[in-house]
């Protein structure tokens, strides 16, 4: 008998990763380029560093789906992980510090 389940949930929860990582790779890139023209370089190095986190998330997302992928389809069970939770995180205060750098000044 096998635990894994064909109906594509690892499939849409990797396509919703991924559209979360690139909205906030274009919004860190929106923020770094009409942020800095207003608020100076912290701007951008705040957006450069939720660009970045925006990138390692979706690398770690497509890594978990292939590794999860994998397990499901030998019948084993799963393990907890939480690298892309913690590097869109990060991402995210980045780019909320970079707000408000913005907002102060």
Known sequence: MTVYDEGLQLERTLLAWRRTCLAIAVGALGLAKYGGDTAGPAVVALSAVGLVL????????????????????????????GRSHAALAGAVVAMASACLVMAVR
């Open 54 to 81: 925006a990138v390692v998330a979706y690398a770690l997302a497509s890594r978990r789906y292939h590794r999860r992928h994998g397990t499901l389809t030998g019948g084993e069970r799963l393990g907890s992980g």
